[in-house]
């Protein structure tokens, strides 16, 4: 599912929140 979004062109900042996201969900 990440594969083809980066090949599709998944942005750096897209990459960045998601990231974040997840440190977030995990921090709690």
Known sequence: MY???IQN???LI???V???I???L???
């Open 22 to 24: 997840i440190v977030t």
């Open 9 to 11: 062109g998944f942005t």
């Open 3 to 5: 594969v083809k979004k």
């Open 18 to 20: 998601t990231m974040a």
């Open 26 to 28: 995990t921090s709690f």
């Open 14 to 16: 897209e990459l960045l």
